[in-house]
């Protein structure tokens, strides 16, 4: 787990901008999704920075320390705008990015003013920061949209440069909670497709006790094109996609421990 030196580097925007008053961060994008970030159709607000090189990354574009910085208000302002099309919906507001924790006081602050609009909450997140989430913030989180990379510990850090273990020390946190939990798991031939590999993680899961859903996610190639935008080799050149048959059997393994996976 690195330490706050090192966190601090891969910061979006000045971290003394949430010690001066209002909590202030930095928004690389927004969108509004139905039926992937969350329940209904969702307001998405996608933060920058992430510690995480995700290998098949289709966002490396918000791992930078770059964006809009915005204030608790200025989120609040849009979040109203959408308030009547998403809340029709039975949607809400989604937290994602990046690593959305990295900018954690300002997400809480997000959060709880969302809530006390009325509205559902969903935080998607690796849990690499999960240390970083106060009791506050996950009180103000509805469900969590939990991305766990690989089963092991050698798989997690070969497809993300980063240990598993503070994601799944999160993953406990949120069951001793009892707070709701979608599970998220991006199959990616050669890399964490093994059935060990997936065994590991639906075992996990499955003992939880709070996993209410699996999205298997196969791999894809879309986020080659910001790769080559930003200059960048795209790690997964070549790697090809899950086949039917891959995509079945893992969904398999899922099911057998009782996990609802889709």
């Known amino acids: 787990m690195p330490g706050a030196i090192e966190i601090a580097q891969f910061f979006p925007c000045d971290p003394r901008a949430e010690l001066e008053g209002e909590p202030r961060g930095c928004i690389h994008s927004w969108d509004i999704s139905t039926g992937v970030d969350g329940p209904g159709t969702r307001l ?29 208000a200025e989120v609040a302002e849009l979040v109203r705008h959408y308030r009547p099309f998403i809340s029709l919906s039975g949607g809400g507001l989604t937290l994602s990015g990046g690593e959305p924790l990295l900018q954690a006081e300002f997400c809480a602050a ?20 999960g240390q970083r989430a106060s009791d506050a913030l996950l009180d103000d ?10 089963g092991s510990e050698a798989a997690h850090r070969r497809l993300t440069l980063r240990p598993l273990a503070p994601t799944l020390r999160f993953a406990q946190r949120l069951a001793q909670r009892r707070d709701r939990v979608w599970l998220r798991y991006v199959l990616v031939p050669g ?3 093994d059935p060990s590999e997936v065994e590991a993680v639906a075992t996990f899961a499955a003992g939880l006790g709070n996993v209410e859903r699996v999205d298997l996610l196969p791999f894809h190639t879309l986020g080659e ?20 048959d891959q ?16």
Do not use: M
């Open 44 to 72: 998405v607000l996608f933060l920058s920075g992430c510690p995480l090189r995700c290998r098949y990354c289709q966002n490396p574009d918000t791992w930078a320390r770059k964006g809009d910085e915005e204030s608790v």
């Open 110 to 129: 997000i959060l709880a003013d969302a809530k006390r609009a009325g509205l559902h909450t969903a935080l998607d997140t690796s849990g690499f920061l």
């Open 141 to 150: 989180t509805d469900l969590v949209l939990l991305d766990i990379k690989a």
């Open 247 to 262: 995509v079945a059997a893992a969904l398999a393994i899922f099911r057998r421990q009782g996990l609802p996976a889709h």
């Open 225 to 244: 094109s910001k790769f080559e935008e930003l200059g960048l080799a795209f790690p997964l050149a070549g790697n090809p996609t899950p086949t039917v």
């Open 191 to 193: 890399w964490n497709d």
